[in-house]
């Protein structure tokens, strides 16, 4: 399985940017899809967990500005950015989970640059 990272670029404050995680296999074989940011010097954090049931999940310094969602036809998640803020800055991952058996996978990551 391989997940690839796409959407990133540089962006001004306030604006938006739609990032993209295509699975190389069926999305529905995942249990979660996770997206995490490393901002630099600073530690990976989880930004946002999609699962096939229940509410996705937020973290506090992206609620009401973030949005998670995926497209089964395209084995897609996306994860929608408005609003963002220069502390949205770092490398975006998409982190996933296999049903099957738990062994999760990770992208290589995309970069988000917000300026002020």
């Known amino acids: 399985v391989q997940l690839v990272e796409s959407g990133g670029g540089l962006v001004q404050v306030g604006g938006s940017l739609r990032l993209s995680c295509e699975a190389s296999?069926?999305?529905?074989?995942?249990?979660?899809v996770e997206w995490h940011r490393q901002a630099p010097g600073k530690q990976r954090e989880l930004v946002a967990t999609l699962t096939p049931v229940g509410t996705p999940k937020f973290a506090d310094s992206v609620k009401g500005r973030f949005t998670i969602s995926r497209d089964v036809a395209k084995n897609t998640v996306y994860l929608q950015m408005n609003s963002l803020k220069p502390e949205d800055t770092a490398v975006y991952y998409c982190h996933a989970e296999l049903w099957l058996n738990g062994v999760d996978y990770w992208g290589k990551g995309t970069l988000v640059t917000v300026s002020s």
């Open positions: 296999g069926d999305i529905r074989s995942f249990n979660s």
